[in-house]
Nanobody, 123 residues
């Protein structure tokens, strides 16, 4: 069965950095586009970034220039490098896998598999 396992979350001060990882298993990773979403308490899940199977990234406006999404198909892993973190970046971060890239890229309904999430807290 398909598993997505996130890691790398934690608590940091504003201006700090974190690197999230998501290891996938049970699927042909290179065939999937991958996304990172986040959800703060009381708010809807929002798209942070996505990357196509070919490695083309797209970012939410609020993280452009601060976050970088990348993937290593050989390791079946997608990463999210987060720099210049702000308190508003706080939330549970989820990775997701989708079979067919669609627009808009940040609709959670278009992703087929989800991880359990990793908490990011910026103070």
């Amino acid at each position: 069965h398909v598993q997505l396992v996130e890691s790398g979350g934690g608590s940091v001060q504003a201006g700090g950095s974190l690197r999230l990882s998501c290891a996938a298993s049970g699927l042909t990773f290179s065939n999937y586009y991958m996304g990172w979403f986040r959800q703060a308490p009381g708010k809807e899940r929002e798209g942070v970034a996505t990357i196509t199977s070919g490695g083309m990234p797209t970012y939410a406006d609020g993280v452009k220039g601060r976050f970088t999404i990348s993937r290593d198909n050989g390791k079946s892993t997608v990463y999210l490098e987060m720099n210049s973190l702000k308190p508003e970046d706080t939330g549970m971060y989820y990775c997701a896998a989708g079979r067919k890239f669609t627009y808009p890229w940040n609709d959670p309904r278009d992703y087929n598999y989800w991880g359990q999430g990793t908490q990011v807290t910026v103070s």
